[in-house]
């Protein structure tokens, strides 16, 4: 396969590109980004960010904020994103000791991921800041909100607006977290109000322990999730 080359200066207004109608551009971008990897593969934000990094791929998006935008909306149509803990790594928590959700990229381009695949801690307590701290059960769908951050994520990961929502395929990976092992009425109560919702063209929802097991408290939990 012959090399694409790529100028060291491109015009914004110049002859080479600007005069290509944005349909035939957008292609384009989509061929160029599989010449480096090939297009459907999951791939992580750190290999993402590796691939922007590429001179060849800086000298388009720097072309202007049209080449920009078309750019990156070709790359993440191309790929399946996951989003998930790195191996071997310090989980990042909040002031309440609840897990962090992995890094997502710039919300302006959530709207460009057309397949998604993430993982996220679900926890029913927390921990009260303070020299002394006390862990505390979550019992109501506000207390969800406020001290869950994967919860947070969770009611707005997929809204048309403000979350993912041109998802063609999601896979939902939630690791449950349970105080003493245990899981109340009160936090599916809190489930049951909170109404978490996830929409896509086709969801994968899994329910597991920290172990990757599945039994009746995940099943549970899994119930109250609801997939659009």
């Keep these: 396969m012959p090399l694409l080359a790529i100028p060291d200066r491109v015009l914004e207004l110049g002859p080479q590109l600007s005069r290509l109608p944005n349909e ?17 593969v999951v791939i992580d934000p750190t290999r993402l960010l590796i691939m922007f990094c590429r001179p060849s ?4 998006r720097a072309v202007s ?6 750019f990156m909306q070709a790359i993440l149509e191309s790929f399946k994103i996951r989003f998930k803990p790195k191996i071997n790594s310090v989980p990042k928590r909040s002031a309440y000791l609840t897990m962090i959700p992995p890094r997502l990229p710039p919300q ?70 349970f105080l003493q092992g245990e899981l109340t009425d009160a936090f599916l109560q809190a489930l049951d109000v909170a109404r978490i919702t996830v929409t896509a063209g086709r969801v994968e929802l899994v329910v597991t322990d920290d172990q990757g097991d599945v039994g009746r408290r995940e099943e549970e939990v899994k119930s109250r999730i609801i997939v659009g």
């Design 24 to 40: 035939l551009l957008f292609i384009i971008f989509k061929i160029l980004a599989t010449i480096m990897w090939r297009s459907g």
């Design 57 to 60: 791929f800086k000298q388009i």
């Design 65 to 70: 904020p049209s080449f920009h935008s078309l």
């Design 108 to 177: 302006n381009l959530w709207h460009h991921l057309r397949s998604m695949h993430i993982q996220l801690v679900l926890e029913n307590y927390y921990w009260t800041p303070g020299r002394i701290m006390e862990v505390v059960q979550i019992t109501t769908a506000a207390e969800l909100k406020r001290f869950c951050p994967s919860a947070r994520l969770l009611l707005r990961l997929t809204h048309p607006v403000d979350g993912f929502g041109s998802l063609a395929f999601l896979h939902l990976h939630l690791q449950t977290a």
